[in-house]
Nanobody, 123 residues
């Protein structure tokens, strides 16, 4: 059974930092595309960042320059380093994986999802 497990969420003040982790089990995502999504209350889920199977990275304009997506292939774990956090970054953050190397920002193209981790940024 494929599992993606997020960790690292929490409460932080504006301007602070958090690092989210997404550990995979059940299948390897080392050469697969993965992404981070978030969903705030009353809003649609949106892509935050994505990484291809060969390491190409994509960022939503709202987080570019503040967030960094990365992966540790040896651990089959993906990360999202979030700096200069803003109250509008408050959301449940989800990691997602797909069986191909090409990344996408469309959530329906990811068949594998984690359970989500809450990030709350206070002003």
């Amino acid at each position: 059974q494929v599992q993606l497990v997020e960790s690292g969420g929490g409460l932080v003040q504006a301007g602070g930092s958090l690092r989210l982790s997404c550990a995979a089990s059940g299948r390897t995502f080392r050469r697969s595309a993965m992404g981070w999504f978030r969903q705030a209350p009353g809003k649609a889920r949106e892509n935050v960042a994505a990484i291809s199977g060969i390491g190409d990275k994509y960022y939503a304009p709202s987080v570019k320059g503040r967030f960094t997506i990365s992966r540790d292939s040896a651990k089959d774990t993906m990360y999202l380093q979030m700096n200069s956090l803003k109250p509008e970054d408050t959301a449940v953050y989800y990691c997602a994986g797909r069986p191909t190397a090409a990344p996408t920002i469309r959530d329906y193209e990811y068949p594998y999802w984690g359970q989500g981790t809450q990030v709350t940024v206070s002003s």
